[in-house]
């Protein structure tokens, strides 16, 4: 607050996740809390955890009130370049393939289900058929 804005690449993050030193990235702004490490309510080391890397998501998990999203404000020291934040792993479902993947042994099953007691009468057929022919030819 106050001291103008900064702008810190991604890399910065690293050097500051100590107790002695320790900054939070959230939604792009950097907050460094190591004075708030030992007022925190949710403890110091959930911050500690939380630093080095985006805490972003780990912020809005715990859904913090409006309260301390003002608070948060006092520990504001500048933005961290978007372009160095490495991208977010999304893990999508795969759906469509995995599901042709799975219908196909599925599929494979209900002809082979569908085949069996085929092949068995008609194996049962041909062995009566070969009893007759056996009892005529004698
Ligand atoms: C500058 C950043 C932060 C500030 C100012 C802050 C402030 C606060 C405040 C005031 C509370 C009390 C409940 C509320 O008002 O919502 C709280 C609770 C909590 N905070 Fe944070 N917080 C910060 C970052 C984080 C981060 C990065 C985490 C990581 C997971 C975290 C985890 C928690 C947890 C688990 C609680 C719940 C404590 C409980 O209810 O037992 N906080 N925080």
Redo the contacts with the bound molecule.
Sequence with gaps: MGSGEKVFVYEDLVKHKDRNDCW?L?SGKV?N?TQ?LED???GDE??LA?SGKD?TD??E??G??D??RE??QK?YIGEVDATTIPARRTYKAQTSTAATQQDEPGFLFKIIQFLVPLLILGFAFGLQFLGKKEKTET
């Design positions: 939070l959230i907050y809390v708030f925190h309510p949710g959930v911050l939380a805490a780990d912020f998990d715990v913090h009130s309260d301390a608070q948060m520990y």
